[in-house]
């Protein structure tokens, strides 16, 4: 797979770096359309920041370039000043385009990914107090967990009480716990978990790995669950072929940085099995759909999808040794780079549909579209396969 570096240095990292920064009003613009078209005015979202926060962490860590370092810390800084809930803990989901809160709703979700944020500028710079930021979330979110059943409820207010709305976006179900946001403290999780060796958190790892594989997974077929009622009644019938094969490698990265031997063989081949079932959504041309849902089958290849694609056909092969999985990445890797990879304007497009077309009616950075997914998948790549 040639080329990962280059598509990352060249043409994933420098969109944010010179299209994103909000000069003007602090941290970095909410959005730019699928027309490409820059929206100075709109909304400013935690899971946005949080993602260009780890993004140009990790960068700054792998390459020790500095104007990615000041990129994090921009991030880091907008994060810590509008978005930290200073009396009542936590991050807001959203503020305006001048820093004012305008959703401070605490999303379990957003505080996961603050928290991995913050976990890996501390990992990368050093600076105590990220990592102290890091630690309060990991005991705010703890402190909410579900004490009776296990696991974490999606949503509260602003105080911590409960809230009616508990979804994430206006296409998931009002459901009180969901994969999505499972998936999503485990891999934060991890990542404090190499820099804060604490016994609670390791046995809210611990927690959390069991949590997939007795609740979250299907015995029989290996996908996940998507949406559960408190005491973890499935609610939900769809497949997502994208987060199946996400939570195929982050299950085994949790695993691996938990370092219990016995853990780790026991999903190491779970993760094996819960990649061949996410195959599922292969197409003819290698790359995978979004999702099924019944007789529905939503054939959009969505670039996040097709970026996670690769790690998880990354970790199999690891894992199994089987050749055909690292066939599978770069058969992907191709399809990403003919039809997703903008050389034009930069950044990635949000997905083809179904017929081939560029989708053009979502953002290509936004309140979703991060550079979180694709940039990961390179640094995975280059970090830990020697892939460039």
């Known amino acids: 797979m040639d080329g990962l570096k280059k598509e990352l240095l060249d043409n994933i990292l420098p969109f944010w770096i010179h299209k994103m920064v909000d000069n003007k009003n602090g941290g970095f613009y909410g959005q730019i359309d699928g027309k490409d078209i820059l929206h100075p005015e709109a909304n400013k979202g935690a899971v946005l920041n949080a993602r260009i926060l780890w993004t140009f962490s990790v960068a700054y860590r792998i390459f020790g370039d500095k104007e990615y370092l000041e990129t994090a810390t921009r991030a880091y800084d907008y994060i810590n000043s509008y978005l930290v809930d200073k009396e009542f803990g936590g991050v807001y989901w959203e503020t305006d385009y001048k820093g004012n809160p305008v959703n401070t709703k605490k999303q379990v979700y957003a505080q996961g990914f603050a928290l991995y944020g913050f976990s890996e500028y501390y990992r990368a710079t050093g600076k105590r107090e990220a990592l102290d930021l890091a630690i309060d979330l990991f005991h705010l979110i703890e402190k909410y967990k579900d004490k009776r059943y296990g696991g974490y409820f999606e949503a509260f207010t602003r105080e911590w009480q409960p809230i009616d709305d508990m979804r994430?976006?206006?296409?998931?179900?009002?459901?009180?716990?969901?994969?999505?946001?499972?998936?999503?403290?485990?891999?934060?999780?991890?990542?404090?978990?190499?820099?804060?060796?604490?016994?609670?958190?390791?046995?809210?790892?611990?927690?959390?790995?069991?949590?997939?594989?007795?609740?979250?997974?299907?015995?029989?077929?290996?996908?996940?669950?998507?949406?559960?009622a408190e005491d973890w009644t499935v609610k939900s019938s769809a497949i997502s072929y994208g987060h199946d094969i996400e939570a195929s490698w982050l299950l085994f990265e949790a695993a691996e940085v938990l370092d219990d031997k016995e853990i780790v063989e026991e999903i190491r081949q779970l993760s094996i099995n819960v990649a061949d079932a996410a195959s599922e959504g292969l197409e003819a041309d290698g790359s995978m759909i979004y999702e099924k849902d019944g007789g529905h089958t939503d054939r959009e290849r969505h670039w996040w999808?097709?970026?996670?694609?690769?790690?998880?056909y990354m970790y199999a092969y690891k894992n199994?040794?089987?050749?055909?999985?690292?066939?599978?990445?770069?058969?992907?890797?191709?399809?990403?780079?003919?039809?997703?990879?903008?050389?034009?304007?930069?950044?990635?497009?949000?997905?083809?549909?179904?017929?081939?077309?560029?989708?053009?009616?979502?953002?290509?950075a936004g309140f979703w579209k991060c550079p979180y997914h694709n940039s990961r998948m390179c640094m995975e790549m280059i970090e830990h396969f020697d892939l460039r």
């Open 305 to 312: 999808v097709q970026a996670e694609a690769i790690v998880g």
């Open 320 to 364: 199994s040794g089987d050749i055909n999985y690292k066939k599978r990445a770069a058969r992907i890797w191709q399809y990403i780079q003919n039809n997703l990879a903008d050389r034009q304007h930069g950044e990635w497009h949000w997905s083809r549909m179904a017929d081939g077309a560029i989708n053009r009616k979502d953002d290509k």
């Open 168 to 228: 994430l976006s206006e296409k998931d179900a009002n459901e009180k716990k969901s994969m999505n946001t499972h998936l999503h403290i485990l891999e934060p999780y991890t990542n404090l978990l190499r820099v804060w060796k604490d016994e609670e958190l390791k046995q809210a790892q611990k927690d959390l790995i069991r949590i997939f594989s007795d609740n979250i997974l299907d015995g029989k077929t290996y996908h996940q669950n998507l949406f559960f």
